[in-house]
């Protein structure tokens, strides 16, 4: 009885000694340190990602990355139908690309206030918003 209880001891204070990674490190160099809001999958090998001034998109299951930056400001929400067509969710306002990121179409909001999230139904190509007050 007395080992099991120097055994759970022991597994106790080596797992105070152990040294994890502090924090997240970049390994990709060619993309920029951003924050990151978004994550949307398209299939097992496609991926869009939003966040401060730039999305990311991958091809190839993530082993490298391309870099679309923009000038929109923070993305708080992307709803993607494919790697070309994808609506995005700003602070003040909701965009809409054809050609995967390389330019905008702002769309219409009769909001003045900041927009927190956006849901898309795809088969209308309609959605939904909402704004700081809940509206």
Known sequence: MRSIYLLM???????????PQK???LQNPTI?????????????STALVAGWKVLLYTTNFGKSWGLQPHSLG???GLHALNLNEFWI??????????D???TFTRQYT????????????????????????GE
């Not at 001891?9 to 040294?19: D, N």
């Not at 920029?32 to 097992?44: A, G, H």
């Open 110 to 133: 009769n909001s003045t206030k900041d927009i927190y999230a956006s849901f898309f139904l795809t088969p209308c190509m309609a959605g939904l918003w909402v704004d700081q007050d």
């Open 100 to 102: 995967g990121g390389l």
């Open 32 to 44: 920029p340190p951003s924050e990151l809001n978004k994550v949307v999958m398209l299939n097992d």
């Open 9 to 19: 001891v022991y597994f106790l204070f080596s797992s105070f000694l152990t040294f």
């Open 89 to 98: 969710t700003l602070i003040n306002g909701i965009a809409k690309t054809t």
């Open 23 to 25: 924090g997240w490190f």
């Open 74 to 76: 923070t993305v708080r």
